[in-house]
């Protein structure tokens, strides 16, 4: 079956719309040129107000209006996991669910959300562009706050029921590395024992 340009462009549009996360294409600067259907309902702006302006700026950042120069400008920003993988892909760099929390401000409230953030580079007429994917795992993220721990030897259960000690479970979870050191309470207690020990031989 052949399909004219037309009917292509509808049906990527409607896949574009259809996928559950929020999908933006954004320029070097981070400014959106076009977004899916998922992505306007958490903006909640006509397409006017959205268009050519910076990422944080519509999605209301909480540090977008940190500088008179928006979004991109505030201390922050240099530390900004979305804006900092759209300038590693433009550079060539492939950046994949990297996870990241947004702060911004919805119905007036301070919200978080926690996401992971995908992009890919294109050119469309000439133009280098980046797809920007924003999953939201905020749920996912809640209940992961919630990790079972022995109460006693301070290993953790996983979702297969196995246990293993903290450093062993964020390490495979979270890929996170823990560096050792002592308190100045265990340390004093320590000593105490050792000094004890000294003193009985």
């Excluded at 919200?111 to 890919?120: G, N, P, R």
């Excluded at 209940?143 to 721990?149: E, G, K, S, V, Y």
């Amino acid at each position: 079956m052949v399909q004219d340009n037309n009917d292509v462009t509808e049906m990527i549009r409607t896949a574009f719309d259809v996928i559950p996360s929020l999908i933006f294409i954004v320029d070097r600067d981070v400014r959106i040129h076009e977004y899916n259907a998922a992505a306007a309902e958490i903006l909640s702006s006509n397409r006017k107000t959205v268009l050519k302006r910076r990422g944080g700026e519509v999605l209301k950042c909480i540090h977008s209006t940190e500088s008179p120069e928006g979004c991109g400008h505030a201390q922050f920003c240099s530390n900004c996991v979305i804006r900092n993988s759209v300038n590693e892909v433009f550079q060539g760099d492939r950046v994949v669910r990297r996870r990241t929390k947004i702060e911004i401000i919805k119905d007036g409230n301070r919200v978080e959300i926690y996401a992971l953030i995908t992009v890919s580079s294109f050119c469309f007429k000439n133009m280098p562009l980046a797809l920007l994917v924003i999953e939201d795992i905020s749920e996912i993220a809640e209940l992961q706050r919630m990790i079972p721990i022995c109460s006693i030897c301070k290993e953790i259960r996983d979702e297969k029921e196995a246990w293993s000690r903290l450093e062993i479970y964020f390490k495979e979870h979270w890929d996170v590395d823990f560096s050792h050191g002592i308190c100045p309470k265990c340390y004093e207690a320590e000593m105490v024992k050792l000094k004890r020990d000294i003193n009985a031989q």
